[in-house]
């Protein structure tokens, strides 16, 4: 057993008589209650169903009661479990445990959060780029494009089929990622390029997400 199951509510679970009885000669051995139970309380003997782990029972569950086709299980009266939370007054600790659950959820919530605007940061973008590219002097301006601003141009390959058909113009490919020198997103850079594409009459074969 866990310490999470022997305090409830700061109070020793042991002290807290909730838990149930199972009335053997009218259980039917259905086992609904065995595989119900999340907290694991039951085991199944003899066609039986025995609560064996009673402090396991969540106090103030009634579940598998509610559930027993024949209802064979019963529990004490709940106000036991009421007079329990007066004594012990137990609404301080609740008040406690409430702000760590609701810290938790907060801290969960914006780690989520963080990690969406991380997944949502387009910093790096392949591009494959055809045309012809000598004359136009495209990566000169490729690079005149990121001079002193926090991008850069890496993995860039050109691709010439053959000298001859590259003396004679025929199209070649180049291709080229787009990254962040400093992790920003790029989104609004990219839209420069794809500009610089457009104006040096290249053709945009595709543009990928890397
Ligand atoms: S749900 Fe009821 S009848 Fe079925 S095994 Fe449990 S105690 Fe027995
Ligand atoms: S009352 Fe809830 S926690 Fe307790 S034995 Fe039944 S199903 Fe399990």
Same mark, same amino acid.
């Given at each position: 057993?866990?310490?999470? /199951? ?49 402090? &396991?029972?969540?106090?103030?569950? !009634? ?10 299980? !019963? ?6 479990? *009421?007079?329990?939370? @007066? ?16 810290? /938790?959820? &907060? ?26 590219? =000598?004359?136009? @002097?495209?990566?000169?301006?490729? *690079? ?15 691709? #010439?089929? !053959?000298?001859? =058909? ?16 400093? *992790? *920003? &997103? ?7 390029? @794809? ?14 997400? #890397?």
């Amino acid at each position: 057993m866990s310490n999470e /199951k022997q305090l409830w509510h700061g109070i020793a679970r042991e002290t807290i008589p909730w838990f149930p009885t199972v009335n053997q000669d009218k259980c039917i051995g259905c086992e609904l209650c065995f595989v119900t139970c999340g907290r694991g309380v039951y085991e199944m003997r003899d066609h039986k169903a025995h609560p064996d782990h009673l402090y &396991d029972c969540m106090v103030g569950c !009634t579940t598998c009661a509610n559930i027993c086709p024949v209802q064979a299980i !019963t529990f004490p009266d709940r106000q036991i479990v *009421q007079k329990i939370e @007066r004594e012990h007054k137990i609404l301080a600790t609740v008040r406690k445990e409430a702000a760590a659950k609701h810290a /938790k959820l &907060d801290a969960a919530k914006a780690r989520a959060q963080a990690e969406d605007a991380v997944a949502a940061t387009v910093s790096r973008v392949a591009f494959h780029v055809a045309g012809e590219f =000598g004359e136009k @002097r495209f990566l000169v301006k490729l *690079q005149a494009l990121i001079k002193d601003r926090p991008f850069d141009v890496v993995n860039l390959k050109l691709e #010439v089929c !053959t000298l001859k =058909g590259a003396l004679e113009k025929t199209p070649s490919h180049m291709t080229f990622e787009i990254t962040s020198t400093e *992790q *920003q &997103d790029i989104s609004e850079f990219l839209d420069e390029v @794809r500009g610089l594409i457009r104006q040096n009459q290249l053709v945009l074969v595709n543009e990928n997400r #890397v």
